[in-house]
């Protein structure tokens, strides 16, 4: 588990991911503890299911996929976060993050995002994380700049359309 000031970020295992995915809300609260769920915690379902099917053949790898982020105080899920994937031959890793909309605007994606950077950072073979955002200004590039991210390019995404890609050297 990674922890910031006001959040845990709880590491998605086998039996999370699939009661999130079959929307069985009270197996999810009672696997994390007994939390409860903020409205959209999630904006990428599609994603959640995606990361079950996968660990079901690679369970070694995830601690590099999906995490759960609960809000301390509150004791409720507020997000998800993660990587898309072990570090690549080159020494780079993607983070990816999101917070439900009731609690966007109060810093929280940014502990995330720091959180899964420094956890990433001392990883062996860890030397470039990256990042993709919509492409225009919003919170995401804001937080991305404030963490020491770099503005790459801009690139099509076959699934997003146009996004920028961002990185961190860290070795």
């Not at 959209?40 to 999906?66: C, K, V, Y």
């Not at 031959?89 to 909309?101: K, L, R, T």
């Amino acid at each position: 588990m990674l922890e910031t000031p006001r959040l845990f970020l709880v590491p998605s295992d086998a039996a999370m991911l699939h009661a999130a995915v079959e929307e069985d809300w009270s197996t999810l609260s009672r696997l994390l503890g007994g939390v409860d769920f903020a409205e959209n915690w999630t904006h990428f379902p599609e994603a959640i299911l995606w990361m079950r099917d996968h660990l079901q053949d690679e369970p070694g790898e995830s601690p590099w996929w999906n995490y759960l982020v609960i809000h301390r105080e509150e004791a409720r899920l507020v997000g998800s976060c993660g990587f898309k994937g072990p570090p690549e031959p080159n020494g780079s890793v993607e983070i990816g993050y999101e917070i439900a909309d009731a609690y966007q605007g109060r810093g929280l994606a940014t502990e995330v995002a720091e959180a899964l950077m420094n956890w990433a950072v001392r990883q062996e073979g860890v030397r470039v994380v990256l990042a993709h955002t919509l492409a225009e200004e919003n919170a995401s590039t804001r937080i991305l700049r404030k963490l020491g991210f770099e503005f790459v390019e801009e690139m099509i995404d076959i699934e997003d359309g146009k996004i920028w890609a961002w990185r961190r050297d860290v070795r």
